[in-house]
Structures are given as C-alpha cells and as structure tokens.
C-alpha cells in the first residue's frame, strides 16, 4: 500500500520569501507522484508531476519539487512566494499497479505581505 | 475542453434525509473516481468506475453510500440516510483509460454537511 505525510497543516512566508512545502511518501513499487493545489472555491489542480523521468521537476507558477528516492521524499518548493499562492497543497501517491490516489492531509500556505 | 463537473457545489441536509452528488467527468474519460475530505484530513477514495463498471469499491464506507454510473457517462453517489459524520468534501476525478501516469483531472467537489 501507499501513504503520504505532508509535515505541517499550515505553513506562513513572507512576500518573497522561500516556499518549502514537505511530503513524504510511502510505497512497496515504483511511486508516481503529485502535487495539485486548491485555491478558495476551486477544485484541484495540477502543479507538477513525477513519473520516473527527471528528479527534478518543474510545474506551473515556478513550482518544482526533487524526488529524492533516499530520503522517500518529495519537496514543493518555489524561489519567492507570491500573494497569489496562498491556498491549500496537496501532495499524492499512486503507481503503475494501482489507481487511486493516496492524499496527504494537505498544507495550507499563507504568504504575509 | 470541459473539465470535470460537479453538483451541487454545496449541500446542507438533516440527519436521516437523502443526498444525491452529481459528477460528469471530462467527455471521453473512462476512469471516473470518487474522493471524499473529511474536515481537517486527508482526500480518501472512495470508489473507482471503469466506464459503467465499479472497479474498486473498497473505499466505501458502508451501505449508506450507493455509487451509480448508468451509461458509463455522468455518476452519481447518494448518500442514504445521510449521518453527521458523512459531512465534507466530495470529490470526483476522471482519467483516460490509456493514461501512462494515470493523471487524473478533479472537479470543484460537493461540500455536504449532514446537521
């Protein structure tokens, strides 16, 4: 089975200021993993994904987070937060084998001006 | 392209009553999931339709919860009689069936709250 642990209900940077958003996943095969984010009376969208290719992962709005298969983990990061970015992460498992997704409990991020 | 739709974006109901959710998935996607939030936890499965089929019902989480998907088109989850620990966040995703990485598109999802 697969889990995900996001490290943090609720997050808070600065205007410009590094953004660090921190899951840690769980799984027996092979992961592909996810990042969507909610905005206020939205429905999840997709930041970025990793399907075994590069480590390094790019997504929308300046995001990336790094696969990092020795520490199970994968970052959400971007360089200088924005007010815009303030809504709510969630970080995802599934794998090849499977077909539902295992959720984290979500991170709320708060950017002050 | 449409993305994943679903109805109503918000529902209060009494202890006892009926709910029925509504989710139309985007057109073409086989693959349609239904997920639910419960306040302050994470997003669970609940259940997964291949086309008009249910592929995996192991999130359910008991009897009062029904899952239809007549036609392999739209879906919809009832909830009968609905209980105060059925409120959250209900969530519906779709997916091509020949996806590789099996992304899935979710929708706005259903806030029900059972008083």
């Known amino acids: 089975a697969q889990s995900v642990t996001q490290l943090g209900s609720h997050v808070s940077v600065s205007e410009g200021a590094l953004v660090l958003l921190r899951c840690n996943y769980s799984s027996s095969v092979p992961p592909y993993l996810f990042w969507y984010v909610q905005y206020p009376n939205q429905g999840l969208q997709l930041l970025l994904k990793?399907?075994?290719?590069?480590?390094l992962v790019k997504g929308i709005n300046g995001f990336e987070a790094e696969f990092k298969k020795s520490e199970t983990s994968f970052h959400l990061t971007k360089p200088s937060a924005h007010m815009s970015d303030a809504a709510e992460y969630f970080c995802a498992v599934t794998t090849n084998t499977g077909n539902q997704f295992y959720f984290g409990t979500g991170t709320s991020l708060t950017v002050i001006p | 392209e449409a993305g994943v739709t679903q109805f109503p974006s918000h529902s209060v109901i009494e202890k006892g009553q009926t709910v029925t959710l509504r989710c139309d998935p985007i057109s073409g996607h086989d693959n349609l999931y239904w997920y639910r939030r419960v306040m302050g936890k994470e997003i669970k499965f609940l259940l997964h339709f291949v086309k008009e089929s249910k592929q995996d019902e192991s999130g359910m989480p008991n009897n009062r919860f029904l899952a239809e998907r007549t036609g392999g088109t739209y879906s919809t989850l009832k909830v009968q009689p609905a209980e105060l620990e059925d409120s959250g966040v209900y969530f519906c995703a779709s997916s091509a069936l020949d996806s590789t990485y099996n992304e899935q598109f979710f929708g706005p999802g259903t806030r029900l709250t059972v008083l």
């Open positions: 990793y399907t075994s290719a590069a480590t």
